[in-house]
């Protein structure tokens, strides 16, 4: 399940790749639950659904079209175009090189653009946020 989880982050981030590999991933899941109700493991099972479902969610606002909540200065705004065009290079399903450099950059930039909008930058890269981020966020 580890294998996959990894690998799947790899994957084009659109959604008819991203159908395909989970077509062929999901038997794993079903079959650990089922392992694990029959051995009586309800907490863990519970877990691993959990764990899917919030994967799930975390690749939805992946996609999503949020938007800032910081006012798009000039170096805040450069950024959030760089993010576009990176985002769009990985949406294009485009395999290989450039959806590898793709996201290569998006690292780098998410990792400036935390400095404007955390929040923001929480929610895209999917990462855990502080109660306080996601308050702002909510707010």
């Excluded at 659109?14 to 590999?21: C, E, L, N, P, V």
Aim: with cysteine.
């Amino acid at each position: 399940m580890d294998l996959i989880e990894a690998s799947r982050r790899e994957r084009p981030h659109d959604d008819r790749s991203r159908i395909s590999y989970v077509r062929g991933k999901q038997g794993v899941y079903q079959g650990l639950v089922r392992c694990l109700l029959a051995r009586d493991a309800v907490g863990e099972a519970y877990a691993v659904v959990q764990r899917a479902k919030s994967r799930a969610l975390v690749e939805l606002v992946a996609v999503a079209e949020i938007r800032p909540t910081a006012p798009a200065g000039n170096r805040f705004a450069a950024l959030l175009d760089a993010e576009r065009r990176h985002l769009t290079t990985l949406r294009s399903g485009t395999p290989g090189g450039a959806a590898v450099e793709a996201l290569d950059q998006l690292r780098s930039i998410y990792d400036e653009m935390a400095r404007h909008d955390p929040g923001y930058v929480a929610l895209r890269r999917g990462s855990t946020a502080t109660i306080e981020e996601i308050r702002h966020v909510l707010g």
